[in-house]
């Protein structure tokens, strides 16, 4: 696979805060990489970034094999933007905010109305083209959002949380289409906090928590670098809050978190453990609530890396 | 250029398919200007009616709002987020700000035009008859000089709505300043000197004596600073603007 884009050393920062730090990925031609991450691990910056349209303090952005920076417009002509943010003209029907966007891509005459034809077409808007946006239900201001960042067929489409807001038929409708546009030719960078989107549509995932990226790669690695593992997740009530010593030195067992009420023990799925976990909290005088296991999903390889849920 | 296009296009249809824009170029002053001449009608002579003194100064006025066309045009929050992709598009930052204020000065020579012509028709308002050029020129001008400065302010203080507060308080003193209500004249020659710091009162005078007197000597100086005003307003927008503050 060609890479598309390569990032290195990439950092940025707001007022002092660093909010992205020193990170390095790539992205392969005809890949659906997804960025997940909770609000606020740096998606969109990262993505905003490479887009062109914030600068980063330092390191460097390549598109095959040459700076971005060289010759941004030209660079930008290859672009397809979706932004979170609904970023529609109101007033103006769905046809003319297509057809408005695609000439700004130096689209015009038959290229520019097939262009428009093949957006509004492919994001089902076709019996609305004509209609002032302004009537649209969200999930077809979505579509929209869309069906103006693919009018000039681009060889890159970022797409930054599509899905936000919207109803589950229209996310399924959304998600399909980017795995067509895939099929098509176009190389896709997609960033949500949606784990059962990443499942679904990514051939290769970027996990992002506070300006690092602390996984890389497909949906099946992930989880197999903790499908050893078995997750509990404990409902308590104490007095005092027990100690992890007795917990950790149960064979078996990883990793110990305690929040409030809840514990979360991370142990290898080999040893049979769970009686002894359950006597090591009692016996420190622990009424145990409720107790689930969790099996391998991106969630749960997201908290083993951080401690925390992607919702959090 | 073809891009360009595009943008001024849209820009300008978004100014001129928004009624309370059309009505605060068009039925504002043309309403300003019929009620405050009616109302001090008999404290002007048979020469120099108040219909065309304020047909004069208010128009000055109105030429100071299109600071607020274009400052709308390019922060207002409505416009603001599918202006974001204007940012994420190939086309030179240039062009984005370019855009807004030459549809702005558009969008207003053409409303302003409109005024003019109408106040001439129906309360026979003087703008100089074969030397009306001149007046349609420092209004032509001005028009561009305040969109400029629109734009630069919310470069400046990135945010639309703060620029119309402070731009409005500023407008209100230069108007009052300026003799856009009144003749400051009268007031004392202290008054009457400070009132040369507006722009209102450059405009306002050097139309008038065009108009009145056949005098041209203040056209060249006014439409020269204008120019450069403008000038310097737009190198401005080229150093301070940011398309990040769309993002």
Same mark, same amino acid.
């Given at each position: 696979m060609q890479t598309l884009i390569e990032v290195n050393g990439l950092k940025k920062s707001y007022k002092d805060k660093e909010?992205?730090?020193?990170i390095d990925f790539k992205v392969g031609e005809g890949e659906i990489l997804c960025f997940l991450g909770?609000? +606020?691990?740096g998606k969109s910056t990262t993505i905003n970034i490479i887009t062109g349209a914030l600068r980063c303090d330092s390191g460097s952005i390549q598109y095959r094999g040459e700076?971005? &920076?060289?010759d941004l417009i030209g660079y930008k002509s290859h672009l397809g933007i979706v932004p979170q %943010? @609904?970023?529609? *003209?109101?007033? @103006?029907?769905a046809q003319k905010n297509v057809l408005f966007f695609a000439s700004l891509y130096g689209l015009r005459g038959e290229d520019l109305a097939e262009g428009c034809r093949f957006a509004i077409d492919f994001t089902g808007l076709s019996d609305r083209?004509?209609? #002032? /946006?302004? =009537? !649209?239900s969200g999930g077809m201001k979505r579509r929209l959002n869309i069906a103006c960042a693919i009018a000039h067929k681009p060889e890159l489409l970022i797409m930054d949380e599509? =899905? $936000?807001?919207?109803d589950p038929q229209s996310r399924n409708h959304i998600l399909e289409g980017v795995k067509q546009l895939r099929d098509q030719g176009m190389t896709i960078l997609y960033t949500t906090h949606y784990m059962e989107e990443v499942e679904e549509i990514s051939t290769r995932i970027i996990i992002m928590d506070e300006g690092n990226i602390i996984a890389e790669g497909t949906n099946e690695s992930l989880k197999a670098g903790i499908e050893g593992d078995r997750h509990y997740r404990i409902a308590v009530e104490y007095e005092a809050e027990p100690g992890d010593d007795a917990l950790m030195r149960?064979?078996? $067992?990883?990793k110990v978190e305690m929040d409030n009420c809840i514990i979360d023990i991370t142990t290898d799925? #080999?040893?049979?453990?769970l009686d002894k976990i359950i006597a090591a909290l009692i016996g420190s005088g622990v009424k145990i609530n409720d107790l689930s296991a969790e099996t391998a999903s991106l969630e749960t390889v997201f908290l083993q890396m951080t401690g925390k849920s992607l919702r959090d | 250029m073809y891009r360009f296009k595009s943008v001024f296009m849209l820009d300008l249809m978004n100014q001129l398919s928004n009624p309370m824009w059309v009505f605060y170029a068009i039925g504002f002053p043309i309403a300003l200007i019929l009620i405050l001449g009616f109302l001090i009608?008999?404290? &002007?002579g048979e020469a120099v009616s108040s219909y065309d003194y304020f047909g004069v100064a208010l128009m000055v006025f109105s030429v100071f709002n299109a600071a607020t066309f274009s400052a709308n045009s390019f922060m207002e929050e409505r416009i603001k987020k599918p202006n974001m992709r204007l940012i994420y598009s190939?086309?030179?930052?240039?062009n984005i700000y370019l855009s807004k204020i030459l549809a702005s000065f558009a969008f207003c020579s053409m409303a302003y035009t409109f005024v003019a012509v109408f106040l001439r028709f129906v /309360? +026979? $308002?003087? *703008?100089?008859?074969?030397?009306a050029w001149a007046p349609f020129v420092i209004m032509l001008v001005g028009n561009f000089f305040f969109a400029a400065l629109g734009v630069l302010v919310c470069c400046i203080l990135r945010d639309e709505g703060t620029t119309n507060n402070i731009l409005s308080l500023i407008f209100a003193i230069m108007s009052l300043l300026g003799g856009? !209500? !009144?003749? $400051? %004249? +009268? @007031?004392?020659k202290a008054v009457a000197t400070v009132s040369?710091?507006?722009p209102a009162r450059w405009m306002i005078t050097a139309c008038l004596r065009i108009i009145y %007197?056949? %005098? !041209?000597?203040m056209f060249l100086p006014v439409f020269g600073l204008l120019i450069g005003l403008s000038v310097l307003a737009v190198v401005l927008c080229g150093r301070l603007f940011k398309g990040e503050d769309y993002l």
């Amino acid at each position: 696979m060609q890479t598309l884009i390569e990032v290195n050393g990439l950092k940025k920062s707001y007022k002092d805060k660093e909010v992205i730090h020193s990170i390095d990925f790539k992205v392969g031609e005809g890949e659906i990489l997804c960025f997940l991450g909770p609000n +606020g691990a740096g998606k969109s910056t990262t993505i905003n970034i490479i887009t062109g349209a914030l600068r980063c303090d330092s390191g460097s952005i390549q598109y095959r094999g040459e700076s971005i &920076y060289k010759d941004l417009i030209g660079y930008k002509s290859h672009l397809g933007i979706v932004p979170q %943010d @609904l970023a529609l *003209y109101e007033d @103006l029907s769905a046809q003319k905010n297509v057809l408005f966007f695609a000439s700004l891509y130096g689209l015009r005459g038959e290229d520019l109305a097939e262009g428009c034809r093949f957006a509004i077409d492919f994001t089902g808007l076709s019996d609305r083209a004509n209609d #002032k /946006v302004s =009537t !649209f239900s969200g999930g077809m201001k979505r579509r929209l959002n869309i069906a103006c960042a693919i009018a000039h067929k681009p060889e890159l489409l970022i797409m930054d949380e599509p =899905t $936000v807001g919207i109803d589950p038929q229209s996310r399924n409708h959304i998600l399909e289409g980017v795995k067509q546009l895939r099929d098509q030719g176009m190389t896709i960078l997609y960033t949500t906090h949606y784990m059962e989107e990443v499942e679904e549509i990514s051939t290769r995932i970027i996990i992002m928590d506070e300006g690092n990226i602390i996984a890389e790669g497909t949906n099946e690695s992930l989880k197999a670098g903790i499908e050893g593992d078995r997750h509990y997740r404990i409902a308590v009530e104490y007095e005092a809050e027990p100690g992890d010593d007795a917990l950790m030195r149960i064979d078996g $067992v990883k990793k110990v978190e305690m929040d409030n009420c809840i514990i979360d023990i991370t142990t290898d799925r #080999k040893k049979e453990n769970l009686d002894k976990i359950i006597a090591a909290l009692i016996g420190s005088g622990v009424k145990i609530n409720d107790l689930s296991a969790e099996t391998a999903s991106l969630e749960t390889v997201f908290l083993q890396m951080t401690g925390k849920s992607l919702r959090d | 250029m073809y891009r360009f296009k595009s943008v001024f296009m849209l820009d300008l249809m978004n100014q001129l398919s928004n009624p309370m824009w059309v009505f605060y170029a068009i039925g504002f002053p043309i309403a300003l200007i019929l009620i405050l001449g009616f109302l001090i009608s008999g404290g &002007y002579g048979e020469a120099v009616s108040s219909y065309d003194y304020f047909g004069v100064a208010l128009m000055v006025f109105s030429v100071f709002n299109a600071a607020t066309f274009s400052a709308n045009s390019f922060m207002e929050e409505r416009i603001k987020k599918p202006n974001m992709r204007l940012i994420y598009s190939p086309i030179s930052p240039i062009n984005i700000y370019l855009s807004k204020i030459l549809a702005s000065f558009a969008f207003c020579s053409m409303a302003y035009t409109f005024v003019a012509v109408f106040l001439r028709f129906v /309360v +026979g $308002v003087n *703008y100089g008859g074969a030397n009306a050029w001149a007046p349609f020129v420092i209004m032509l001008v001005g028009n561009f000089f305040f969109a400029a400065l629109g734009v630069l302010v919310c470069c400046i203080l990135r945010d639309e709505g703060t620029t119309n507060n402070i731009l409005s308080l500023i407008f209100a003193i230069m108007s009052l300043l300026g003799g856009v !209500f !009144f003749p $400051v %004249d +009268g @007031l004392g020659k202290a008054v009457a000197t400070v009132s040369w710091i507006s722009p209102a009162r450059w405009m306002i005078t050097a139309c008038l004596r065009i108009i009145y %007197d056949g %005098d !041209f000597s203040m056209f060249l100086p006014v439409f020269g600073l204008l120019i450069g005003l403008s000038v310097l307003a737009v190198v401005l927008c080229g150093r301070l603007f940011k398309g990040e503050d769309y993002l």
